[in-house]
């Protein structure tokens, strides 16, 4: 697998297919993955021998304090090759988030184990996730 941090169209169209499979990102539009991916501070994808891409994830971060996590997903043929901890090593050792003191990211609670292996807990003290939606 070959890493590239800037995704060509032919790698966001594939992406949105990617998208289009998981019940968390079905909804989005092409336009949507496109802005997504152009507005994120860092982008990770994992392309296979033939350039298609095999796994993705994004980071919206401050460079200092936090980095979040977003995205993480591999394509369906390519799971349980460690692709997804690949990723999140990528993330954490990138030379423009050395400084960040937490990353953090969201999961359901069956990928709490798999987050758990690559230094992540859910031990955050009282802090809670809030939403609300933008009218």
């Keep these: 697998m070959k890493t590239i941090y800037e995704l060509s169209d032919k790698h966001i169209g594939q992406l949105h297919q990617l998208y289009q499979n998981e019940w968390w990102s079905k909804a989005r539009t092409l336009e949507d993955s ?6 994120s501070q860092l982008c990770v994808a994992l ?3 033939q350039d298609n891409l095999a796994g993705f994830a994004r980071v919206l971060t401050d460079f200092t304090f936090k980095a979040l996590i ?3 997903i591999v394509c ?3 799971r349980g ?3 997804g901890g690949k990723l999140i090593g990528l993330i954490k050792s990138h ?3 050395s400084a960040v ?9 069956g990928m709490n184990d798999f987050y758990a292996k690559y230094g992540f807990t859910t031990e955050v003290g009282s802090i809670q996730l ?3 939606d933008n009218a």
């Design 81 to 83: 090759k460690g692709l």
């Design 70 to 72: 977003f995205d993480v």
């Design 101 to 109: 003191t937490h990353f953090e990211l969201y999961c359901l609670p």
């Design 47 to 49: 392309v296979d021998s």
């Design 95 to 97: 030379e423009k988030l």
């Design 130 to 132: 809030m939403r609300c």
């Design 34 to 39: 496109r802005k997504c991916v152009a507005n």
């Design 76 to 78: 369906e043929n390519q």
